[in-house]
T-cell receptor, first 112, second 113 residues
Framework: KAGVTQTPRYLIKTRGQQVTLSCSPISGHRSVSWYQQTPGQGLQFLFEYFSETQRNKGNFPGRFSGRQFSNSRSEMNVSTLELGDSALYLC???????????FGPGTRLTVT | GDSVTQMEGPVTLSEEAFLTINCTYTATGYPSLFWYVQYPGEGLQLLLKATKADDKGSNKGFEATYRKETTSFHLEKGSVQVSDSAVYFCALTSSNSGYALNFGKGTSLLVTP
């Protein structure tokens, strides 16, 4: 069974721009979560989607948003990029809540 | 709120040495506990998990026991290999946080030949 895939793997953007990251979950998994990893803050939860609905949200500003499609694929969007948004963005999928989450390789975003 | 504390790294060991990485947690209710591993340039891999007190998770020679009395989930391996060099993250989920993973800061392990 294929794992979680994320595209693109690397991205360089300029301050003020916006970016969209994509995640395809493991087949059959309907829950998709997003995490941000930075050296300073570590791994932080962004949001979780299930059946196209956001069920849970972390403590991030409204510039961070996401959505999920009917095939469970998910995208996250960051608008008005700031230097501090430079991070590894990780997507994880699971069957549902209370099940273990499996991570993709991440998208490395650099904001200049 | 829930939190996870794990020992600071980096930890440097010789091949075949015994490994312990300490992890303690604070949570109300009954969290599930996890260890994830991250190799350079990669995402996180689930190493092992435990969902209730006294459960022992194990995988690839690594073990961790869910100790509710000491709120701990220490990771151990009897004989490390160079290929075990990575960053290890302890994490928990609970109904309090909608089952979002709450991670410790990670412990970097370097195993030398």
């Amino acid at each position: 069974k294929a794992g979680v895939t994320q595209t693109p793997r690397y991205l360089i953007k300029t301050r003020g721009q916006q970016v969209t990251l994509s995640c395809s979950p493991i087949s059959g998994h309907r829950s998709v979560s997003w995490y941000q990893q930075t050296p300073g803050q570590g791994l932080q939860f962004l949001f979780e989607y299930f059946s196209e609905t956001q069920r849970n949200k972390g403590n991030f500003p409204g510039r961070f948003s996401g959505r999920q499609f009917s095939n469970s694929r998910s995208e996250m969007n960051v608008s008005t990029l700031e230097l501090g948004d430079s991070a590894l963005y990780l997507c994880a999928s699971s069957l549902d809540l209370e099940y273990e989450q499996y991570f993709g390789p991440g998208t490395r975003l650099t904001v200049t | 709120g829930d939190s996870v504390t794990q020992m600071e790294g980096p930890v440097t060991l010789s091949e075949e040495a015994f490994l312990t990485i300490n992890c303690t947690y604070t949570a109300t209710g009954y969290p599930s506990l996890f260890w994830y591993v991250q190799y350079p340039g990669e995402g996180l891999q689930l190493l092992l998990k435990a969902t209730k007190a006294d459960d022992k998770g194990s995988n690839k020679g690594f073990e961790a026991t869910y100790r509710k009395e000491t709120t701990s989930f220490h990771l151990e391996k009897g004989s490390v290999q160079v290929s075990d060099s990575a960053v290890y993250f302890c994490a928990l989920t609970s109904s309090n946080s909608g089952y979002a993973l709450n991670f410790g800061k990670g412990t970097s392990l370097l195993v030398t030949p």
